[in-house]
């Protein structure tokens, strides 16, 4: 019954998670089966981060810079991104800016989730520490998919040169929020909080903002107004 508790908290803050950002999205809700295939996804990609991370580690070593920016969240990050490129970008679902956050925090949250139950299996985790993990760990791959689905948003509806910069921001923005936060677990040992909790903070400030701007450019934005109006 213990070991049921501790799975069931260790899945909940990511279903949690995907439930607020996806009822964030004010005017146009992206399809259950969509969200769904997306989320399985990122439970799958949890088998090659795994098997690139170890190849990477013998051939890198586990210096705390290499494996905190390139080998953990380079890794991570760059298979959300090819995910969400590959199997969203030209998608006919993908219609407006905030869908590029909803399938972001979505494929994020898959892996997050088997990430969360594999350390609460293996490691025998009390509740209290699945609690601060779903305040951390979880609710940080959540808030690296929201800035990697803003700039996804915004390369999709742009042109030109606009189109290939924000793809660029959309891997490294997220890649260098990830990196910084490893990088504070791996180096910073007595009052790491004391830095975690000012980068969460801002995290969470800046991805609302986010989700507030994602928002206010979408297209369907004016019909509801219209339909407001009319009744």
Known sequence: MLLFSIIASAVAPGIALLTFFYLKDKYDAEPIHMVIRIF????????PVMIIQRGLTLWLG?????????????VEELLKWIVLYYIIYNHVEFDEPYDGIVYAVTVSLGFATVENVMYAWYSHASIG???????????????FGVIMGYYFGRARFSNGVRTKRF??????????????????????????????????????????????????????RFLKREEEVNT
């Open 62 to 74: 586990q210096g705390p810079f290499v494996q905190s920016f390139f080998i953990s969240a380079g």
């Open 167 to 220: 793809l660029v921001y959309s891997l490294l923005t997220p890649l260098l929020f990830h990196g910084t936060y490893d990088l504070i677990l791996a180096t910073v040992t007595d009052y790491w909080l004391w830095l975690m909790i000012p980068l969460m903070v801002i995290l969470w400030y800046g991805g609302m903002g986010k989700v507030t701007r994602a928002n206010s450019r979408s297209p369907f």
């Open 129 to 143: 520490t699945m609690f601060i993990r779903a305040l951390l760990p979880v609710s940080g791959h959540a808030l």
């Open 40 to 47: 399985l996804l990122g439970l799958l990609i949890v088998i």
